[in-house]
């Protein structure tokens, strides 16, 4: 079994192939993240058009400075979240900032109000997508469909006391967007520099 501390193999050889500058791996990379990318700049900024543009920032950084991304540090898919994280805030306190200095409703406290509320929405995005498959499943099934656990154990094909299982501990990861970090969350997302 390999060491807890070691990179995964797929992010290491990732990382080598981009410092190559093997456009397939770009490409690659960007097949398995880019919803990731775009979903979570997204929600930071609330604009389409930001999140495109932030989607194709965060791959051309990638693809000039592979080099950045220590594999020993956590996964390849935890660095490329936080790169976005923190490009999508910049862009959000550039733009909010520039409309204060306008004359734009709000205030600098009213800003970063603004960005706090984003950063723990992307938090969120970033916990539900990076949990096991069946603690999302279950949480899908309960908030999207509207699914007691009882019917979520139905759908699931599991037993009910393993559906409430599973919905508990999604809704504890959950919960920790708000105040905590998500465990080996990147400082952007709360967690340890």
């Known amino acids: 079994m390999a060491k807890k501390d070691a990179p995964p193999r797929w992010d290491r050889k990732m990382q080598q192939r981009l410092a190559r500058g093997e456009a397939a791996a770009l490409g690659e990379l960007y097949d398995r993240f880019a919803s990731l990318v775009y979903s979570l700049a997204h929600r930071v900024l609330g604009d389409e058009q930001a999140a495109d543009g932030i989607t194709r920032e965060v791959f051309a950084h990638v693809w000039e400075h592979p080099e950045t991304y220590d594999p020993k540090a956590g996964p390849l898919r935890t660095w490329v979240a936080s790169l976005t994280h923190r490009l ?79 919905l508990r501990l999604g809704l504890q990861l959950l919960s920790t967007a708000h105040d905590t970090p998500a465990p080996g969350a990147p400082p952007e997302y709360g967690g340890a520099a």
């Open 88 to 166: 999508a805030v910049q862009r959000l306190r550039a733009t909010e900032t520039a409309a204060l200095e306008q004359g734009g409703r709000g205030s600098a406290e009213d800003l970063e109000r603004r960005v706090r509320h984003a950063a723990v929405a992307a938090r969120a995005d970033y916990i539900v997508q990076a949990m096991p498959t069946p603690l999302r499943a279950a949480l899908e099934s309960a908030y999207f469909q509207r699914r007691d656990y009882r019917q979520t154990a139905a759908d699931l094909g599991v037993t009910e006391d393993e559906a409430r299982r599973r």
